[in-house]
C-alpha cells in the first residue's frame, strides 16, 4: 500500500503534488501552444511575408514540437477527401482547356448576347459564371479577359463612341447601300461595307488617352470589372467552385462528422439563386455606374437598328468563333463528362429520393470524390483520336505546327493536369485542416466560444450579419482561404456557445469571404483584370463596395428564407449537441 497517497475532493495529491491541477497546467499549456501556432500562422498569411503554402507548414513542425499532436496525425490532416475531388476536377479542367471548349462556350453565348453595351456585359458576365462554376475563379478569369479584350479592342479601334451622335442606326437598304445616319459637316470618312460613311463628331476622353472617348473608356471599365465579379459568383455555386467552399465543406465534415447535410446537392440548391440574384443586381450596379441608367438604349435586342461599331465588335466576335473551327472529337469527349460528372454528383444522394450509393451494399463509402477521380483518371485513357480516323486534330486555335505521332495519345498527358493543379491550395487547404485539428484536441475552440459568451443575447442573424461583414472586410487584405481558415473554428464555437445551428454562421461566411473584391490585392481574378490597365483602384473600390455590399445582403436573404427549411437551421441539431458533449470532455 502506497501511504503518501492522498484524496480529497479537489483531486489526488501525490507527496504534496495536485494531480488535478497538474492536468489542469498541462491542458492551458497545450491551449497556450495551440494559441501561439494559430497566431503565427495567420501573421504569416495576412502579411504574405512567405508564399501562402510555405506559412500552411506552420503547423507541420510546431505542433509537433509543442506536443500538441504527433507529427504522423499533423501530416494526415494535409490529405483529405477534398484533395481527390479537387484533382479530379482539374483533370477535366485540364481538358476543357486543352481542347478550348472554354473559349468556344464564351464565344457562343457572347454571339447569343449581341454587341449592345449592356447585353455584351451580361452576355460576358454569364459565361464567366458557367465556367467559374467548374473552374478556379483564377483560371477562369485568365481564360475570358483575352477574349474580352480582343473585343474591347475591336471596339476602340473603330473610333466611334457610342454616344448621341454614334446612336443613330444603320440600316441595310434592299440595294445594299446603308441608311438612317445624319452625318455632321466633317472631312473625317471611314469605310464599311464598301461605303463612304463620314465619321461622327467625338471628342477625345483626354490628349494622350487611348480611348477615342470617355463613354468607351467607360464600357471598357465595365466590362472587365464585371468579369471578375462574375468570376466570384459562379465559384459560389458549386462545392468546387473555389477553394474556399471545399475548406469549408472538409472543416465542417471533420468537426460535425454525424452531420450528412452538406454535399453536392445540398449546396447547389442553396448557392444557386444567390448566384443568380447577385448576377442580376451585379450587373444593373455595374450597368448604373459606367454605362448609366438607359438601359433600353444600351440593351436592345432589335437586329434592325445597330451602330457601325457594334456591327464591327459583332463580326470580331464571329470571325473568332470561325477560327475555333467545328466542334472536335476530343470537345465533344470533354462535353460529355462535364456532364456525367454534374449528374452523378446530383445523383449520389439527392436526399428526397435514394441516390446511386444505394445499389451498393456498404454505405457510406463513396463520396463525390470518387467520382471526380475515376471521371479524371478515364480522361489519361481515352485517346484524343476518333476512333478509325486517319488523323489526329489537334486544339482548336493551337499554333503549334507539330501533331502528336502517338496515335493513342490520351485526352490529357501529366504535364497538361501538372499544369493546371494548385498544388499551393492544396497545402494551404491541409494547413488549415491541421488548425483545425489542434484546435480540437488542445481545447482552443472551446476556450474561445466560451469567451464569446456575452453575445448570447443577440438573436441568430444578427450574429450571422456581424459574421458575414467582418469576415468580408478581413478578406479585402487577406487571402480568401487564409481568411476562412482563421475564422471557422472560431464561429464554430460560437455558434456551439449560443446554442444556435453552426450552418446559420457558417455557410454565409463562407460566401462572404469571398467578396473581398474592392482592391487588387483582394483576390487574384482582380489582380488579373487591373493587369490589363482599364480601371484604376478608386473604380474597384468604388464598384466593388456596391458589390460587396450586395453580396451580403443577398447571402443574409438566403439564409433566413428558403436556408432554413433546406437545412433546418430553426433547431439546435443533434450533431452539434454530441459534438458539443465530447469537445468538453
Known amino acids: 500500500m502506497i501511504s503518501n497517497v492522498r484524496k480529497y475532493d479537489t483531486g489526488i495529491h501525490v507527496e504534496g503534488l495536485d494531480l488535478g491541477k497538474l492536468h489542469c497546467c498541462m491542458k492551458a499549456q497545450s491551449l497556450a501552444c495551440c494559441a501561439y501556432v494559430l497566431i503565427v500562422t495567420a501573421v504569416y498569411w495576412v502579411s504574405e511575408a512567405v508564399p501562402l503554402g510555405a506559412a500552411a507548414l506552420v503547423p507541420a513542425f510546431l505542433y509537433p514540437l509543442f506536443g500538441v499532436l504527433k507529427s504522423s496525425e499533423v501530416a494526415a490532416e494535409y490529405c483529405k477527401d477534398t484533395t481527390l475531388l479537387l484533382m479530379g ?42 465556367l467559374s462554376m467548374w473552374l478556379s475563379n483564377t483560371s477562369t478569369t485568365a481564360m475570358v479577359m483575352p477574349i474580352a479584350e480582343a473585343v474591347l479592342q475591336q471596339l476602340i ?42 465619321e461622327p463628331k467625338k471628342e477625345k476622353e483626354s490628349k494622350n488617352s487611348r480611348y477615342p472617348t470617355k463613354r468607351d473608356h467607360m464600357i471598357c471599365k465595365c466590362l472587365s470589372l464585371s468579369i471578375t465579379y462574375a468570376a466570384t459568383i459562379g465559384g459560389l ?47 444593373v450596379w455595374l450597368h448604373f455606374l459606367f454605362l448609366g441608367c438607359n438601359f433600353r438604349e444600351t440593351c436592345s435586342l432589335s437586329k434592325k437598328r445597330k451602330t457601325r461599331r457594334e456591327m464591327l465588335s459583332e463580326r470580331k466576335i464571329h470571325d473568332e468563333y470561325i477560327k475555333l ?48 477521380v475515376l471521371l479524371g483518371f478515364l480522361l489519361f485513357l481515352i485517346p ?27 485526352m490529357i498527358t501529366w504535364k497538361d493536369f501538372q499544369n493546371l493543379m494548385p498544388w499551393e491550395i492544396v497545402i494551404l487547404v491541409g494547413g488549415g485542416y491541421a488548425l483545425a485539428a489542434g484546435c480540437k484536441v488542445s481545447g482552443l475552440s472551446v476556450w474561445i466560444g466560451r469567451q464569446l459568451e456575452p453575445m448570447s443575447g443577440l438573436p441568430p442573424w444578427m450574429v450571422t450579419l456581424l459574421a458575414c461583414l467582418l469576415v468580408s472586410a478581413v478578406t479585402e487584405f487577406a487571402s480568401n482561404p487564409a481568411t476562412l481558415t482563421v475564422f471557422l473554428p472560431i464561429l464554430s464555437a460560437l455558434s456551439e456557445t449560443l446554442q444556435i445551428n453552426p450552418l446559420h454562421t457558417l455557410i454565409p461566411a463562407t460566401m462572404c469571404v469571398s467578396f ?18 482599364h480601371v484604376q483602384i478608386s473604380d ?30 430553426t433547431e439546435y441539431p443533434d450533431w452539434a449537441i454530441a459534438r458539443n458533449f465530447t469537445g468538453s470532455l
Open 540 to 569: 474597384m473600390v468604388k464598384a466593388g463596395f456596391g458589390v460587396n455590399l450586395i453580396g451580403v445582403l443577398v447571402v443574409m436573404l438566403a439564409i433566413m428564407t428558403w436556408g432554413v427549411p433546406l437545412f433546418n437551421l
Open 157 to 198: 479601334s473603330t473610333g466611334v463612341a457610342d454616344t448621341q451622335e454614334d446612336s443613330e442606326t444603320v440600316e441595310a437598304t434592299e440595294d445594299g447601300c446603308l441608311s438612317g445616319m445624319a452625318f455632321p459637316s466633317l472631312p473625317a470618312v471611314k469605310h464599311l461595307t464598301g461605303a463612304l460613311i463620314p
Open 325 to 372: 473551327g467545328p466542334i472536335s472529337y476530343p470537345e465533344v469527349v470533354t462535353g460529355v463528362f462535364f456532364i456525367l460528372m454534374t449528374l452523378l454528383w446530383f445523383t449520389r444522394e439527392p436526399g428526397f429520393v435514394p441516390g446511386w450509393t444505394s445499389l451498393f451494399e456498404k454505405k457510406g463509402y463513396r463520396t463525390d470524390a470518387t467520382v471526380s
Open 89 to 130: 476536377v482539374i483533370c477535366l479542367a485540364a481538358s476543357i482547356e486543352k481542347w478550348n471548349l472554354h473559349k468556344r462556350i464564351a464565344l457562343r453565348m457572347v454571339m447569343i448576347a449581341g454587341a449592345k453595351p449592356g447585353m455584351l456585359v451580361l452576355g460576358f458576365m454569364c459565361c464567366t459564371v458557367f
Open 516 to 533: 473581398g473584391v474592392m482592391l487588387p490585392v483582394g483576390n487574384p481574378p482582380n489582380a488579373i483584370v487591373f493587369s490589363y490597365g
Open 237 to 283: 455555386i458549386t462545392i468546387t467552385g473555389t477553394s474556399t467552399n471545399l475548406i469549408f465543406a472538409e472543416q465542417f465534415n471533420n468537426r460535425y462528422p454525424d452531420a450528412k447535410v452538406i454535399n453536392f446537392g445540398t449546396w447547389f440548391i442553396f448557392s444557386f439563386p444567390i448566384a443568380i440574384i447577385m448576377l442580376l443586381l451585379t450587373w
Open 384 to 410: 484524343a483520336r476518333r476512333p478509325f480516323s486517319r488523323a489526329p486534330r489537334t486544339p482548336a486555335g493551337d499554333s503549334s505546327t507539330e501533331r502528336d505521332p502517338d496515335p493513342m495519345a490520351p
